[in-house]
């Protein structure tokens, strides 16, 4: 409960300039599975401090849990 908290103050800090019905959708992904949005960010981390670009660092690994994206989303 806690985890999710803090992940979605963090999240709405982070998404002021975001249009809100993309910002309600990323909330609905926390609500459903904060865990896999950790999970993503973690991914991405990765990739980023292995020299890849945040934006193609992102994309890649939505693309390989987006499955996992669309299921949640319905």
Known sequence: ???KFF???ALKSQMKNVPEKDREKIMTIVDKNPDL???IAEEVQIKVKAGQEMISAMTEVMKMHEAELKEISK
């Open 37 to 39: 949005l950790i999970k």
């Open 7 to 9: 992940l979605k103050q």
């Open 1 to 3: 409960m806690l985890k």
